[in-house]
């Protein structure tokens, strides 16, 4: 017995050798959905993970806003004003089969897939003030979970399900609070005298990525999942927002507007090799990573 460990320990470190020696190329990363004015209105676009290939999905006279897709890569959730006023709608990767999910005269905004893709959270003032809402994936039963006075936006579910990330106003200014996926358990996260805000759970659910102000400008941080060791990401005087992490935890895709006007960029984890994607004119917002 201790000699096959041996003999298998040898073959082994031989086989991490020479895969060493070759070295091994990382999968490529899926392609982003974003948004851009490059046409004149706001369409939704996309492009592989290192900018090239950029490819128009949207074609009309509306404005559309923060695509994202569905867990299963079948579906794009997205927000829309095509009957004059916001709404969450559903489309195919390739822009065909659009459909109106909450056709509802108050604004909505912001849709998020649950991790099945059986839910969407997004949030709406149908109620009086933003709130967060849930609903079925066809728009059927849509369900004010948050439930306060106060004004509450981005909605944004753990990787597990069980819980959704948010910003409330409750407390006078934007912070950053989780609560269980049926409303229940509301607890604050970040207590900042600044603005905290467009929450981003990584994919193993132990990191929240966030944008706040607290330090000046806006600049994109990560916090553990229960609010501690908080992190600034990113350092410059520009503006910098709207963290999205990778399907498999390694990049972060953001907004800057540091180049002069609002590009597409992604970075490590911890802040590091910060590469710009998109390179336009016009102002490229709203990335989204395809499962």
């Known amino acids: 017995m201790i000699v096959t460990a041996a003999v298998s320990f040898v073959c082994t470190a031989g086989v991490i050798s020479s895969i060493a020696a070759i070295g091994v190329v990382a999968p490529p990363l899926p392609d982003l959905l974003f ?19 950029v490819k128009r999905i949207t074609t009309n006279a509306a404005a559309e806003w923060e695509p994202h897709w569905k867990p299963d890569g079948s579906k794009i959730g997205f927000t829309s004003n095509a009957t004059g006023n916001w709404d969450i709608y559903v489309m195919n990767p ?69 819980k959704i990330a948010f910003y409330s106003m409750r407390d006078g200014d934007e912070e950053i609070y989780v609560m269980n996926a049926d409303g229940t358990n509301q607890v604050r996260l970040t207590n900042s005298p600044s603005i905290d805000f467009l929450p981003d759970w990584s994919p193993d659910g132990s ?48 907004v ?10 992604t970075m490590n984890p911890d802040g590091s090799n910060q590469v710009r994607l998109t390179s336009n004119g016009a102002g490229d917002y709203d990335p989204s990573w395809k499962p």
């Not at 948004?35 to 993970?49: A, C, D, F, L, Q």
């Not at 998020?112 to 003030?129: A, E, L, Q, V, Y």
Request: net charge negative; aromatic share 10%.
């Open 35 to 53: 948004v851009s004015n490059r046409t004149g209105s706001n369409e939704i676009y996309s492009m592989k993970s290192n900018g090239s290939n």
């Open 256 to 265: 800057t507007n540091r180049n002069g006007n609002y590009e597409i960029f």
């Open 94 to 162: 390739n822009g065909s089969g659009i459909v109106n999910l909450t056709n509802n005269p108050a604004y909505d905004f912001g849709c998020t897939w649950s991790p099945t893709g059986n839910k969407i959270s997004f949030m709406s003032d149908r109620s009086g003030n933003f709130e967060i809402f849930v609903m079925n994936a066809d728009g059927t039963n849509p369900v004010n979970i948050s439930n306060n006075p106060a004004t509450e936006g981005h909605p944004d579910w753990s990787p597990d399900g069980s």
């Open 207 to 254: 990191k929240i990525a966030f944008t706040s102000n607290r330090d000046g400008n806006y600049q994109i941080y990560v916090m553990n999942a229960d609010g501690s060791n908080l992190v600034r990401l990113t350092n410059d005087a520009a503006y910098d927002s709207e963290p999205i992490w990778s399907p498999d935890g390694t990049k972060i895709a953001f």
